[in-house]
Antibody, heavy 118, light 107 residues
Framework: EVYLVESGGGLVQPGGSLRLSCAAS????????MHWVRQAPGKGLEFVSA????????YYASSVKGRFTISRDNSKNTLYLQMGSLRAEDMAVYYCAREDLGTTIDFWGQGTLVTVSS | DIQMTQSPSSLSASVGDRVTITCRAS??????LAWFQQKPGKAPKSLIFAASSLQSGVPSKFSGSGSGTDFTLTITSLQPEDFATYYC?????????FGGGTKVEMK
């Protein structure tokens, strides 16, 4: 069974940094592209970033480009999101998600909450 | 960037009803369209990919159709567990994008 478990969320001051992790199990992690998707309180889903399985290509929403960095450690079956220069509008539940081979998201983690406040 | 517009933003329905949600892309996305279901306080669940293909384990009361710019999600014989918010999602090109959601509420 596929499991995606996010961690690293919490309270951070505006301008601060945070690193999210997503531990994957139940599948061959290095074969799958992975995504981060967020959801602000009471709002809809928003694409944040994605990383390919093969060549490590990365993709970002314009709202986070230059501030967030996605990475993966295939030896640890773990996805990361390094977030910097955090703003109030970055406050959200951050979901880790798996992209099925050649298509789209098929499994989601339970999410981790990031609160940006002084 | 591709914008995804869902309608309606909310609807009221009764158990047993047939419900249709529409999603329009700002430009053609072929069949690179997915649908997700989300219940309050829970992670989204994947329902449909490639516009009309059901994810494994998803009941056949859910169906999707469309290609290009116009898509629909249909739920037949609505059951209590189907009351949720539904999102469309284009994965044709980056940055990926989601529709604003359709909340299906009990009448």
């Amino acid at each position: 069974e596929v499991y995606l478990v996010e961690s690293g969320g919490g309270l951070v001051q505006p301008g601060g940094s945070l690193r999210l992790s997503c531990a994957a199990s139940g599948f061959t992690f290095n074969r799958y592209a992975m995504h981060w998707v967020r959801q602000a309180p009471g709002k809809g889903l928003e694409f944040v970033s994605a990383i390919s399985s093969s060549d490590g290509s990365t993709y970002y929403a314009s709202s986070v480009k230059g501030r967030f960095t996605i990475s993966r450690d295939n030896s640890k079956n773990t996805l990361y999101l390094q977030m910097g220069s955090l703003r109030a509008e970055d406050m959200a539940v951050y979901y880790c998600a798996r992209e099925d081979l050649g298509t789209t998201i098929d499994f989601w983690g339970q999410g981790t909450l990031v609160t940006v406040s002084s | 960037d591709i914008q995804m517009t869902q309608s309606p933003s909310s609807l009221s329905a009764s158990v047993g009803d047939r419900v249709t949600i529409t999603c329009r892309a700002s430009q053609g996305i072929r069949s690179s369209l997915a649908w997700f279901q989300q219940k309050p306080g829970k992670a989204p669940k994947s329902l449909i990919f490639a516009a009309s293909s059901l994810q494994s384990g998803v009941p056949s009361k859910f169906s999707g159709s469309g290609s290009g710019t116009d898509f629909t999600l249909t739920i037949t014989s609505l059951q209590p567990e189907d009351f949720a918010t539904y999102y469309c999602h284009q994965y044709y090109s980056y940055p990926l994008s989601f529709g604003g959601g359709t909340k299906v509420e009990m009448k």
